[in-house]
């Protein structure tokens, strides 16, 4: 089983950057495929980024590519999104989840464990 807690969200003016962090307990980190997603109230949880078991392979949501970065450090058990030109429409929490299947997936389904979430603002 895997624990996932995010951090690094808050409050940024458009145009501005945050990094997230999500840190996993458990040794078998580098075992999973971890993903992105966001959700705002009364709308359906989005796909944001998926990054491989080692990090070689990434996936972006057409609405974040070229202004987030997902990454990962599997000797600190923790995966990343870096978000830069953030937008307004950016505003939403952030969670992180594990997939410990092989293949690529958007589908929320798919990933087992799931973080609490942090809440990402973005004003206008």
């Known amino acids: 089983q895997v624990q996932l807690v995010e951090s690094g969200g808050g409050l940024v003016q458009a145009g501005g950057s945050l990094r997230l962090s999500c840190a996993a307990s458990?040794?078998?980190?580098?075992?999973?495929?971890m993903g992105w997603f966001r959700q705002d109230p009364g709308k359906e949880r989005e796909f944001v980024a998926r990054?491989?078991?080692?990090?070689?392979?990434?996936y972006y949501a057409d609405s974040v590519r070229g202004r987030f970065a997902i990454s990962r450090d599997n000797a600190k058990n923790t995966v990343y999104l870096q978000m830069n030109s953030l937008k307004p429409e950016d505003t939403a929490v952030y969670s992180c989840?594990?997939?410990?299947?092989?293949?690529?997936?958007?589908?929320?389904?798919?990933?087992?464990?799931w973080g609490q979430g942090t809440q990402v603002t973005v004003s206008s």
């Open positions: 990054i491989s078991r080692d990090g070689s392979i990434l």
């Open positions: 989840a594990a997939d410990p299947r092989v293949g690529y997936s958007s589908q929320a389904a798919r990933y087992d464990y």
């Open positions: 458990g040794r078998t980190f580098s075992t999973y495929a």
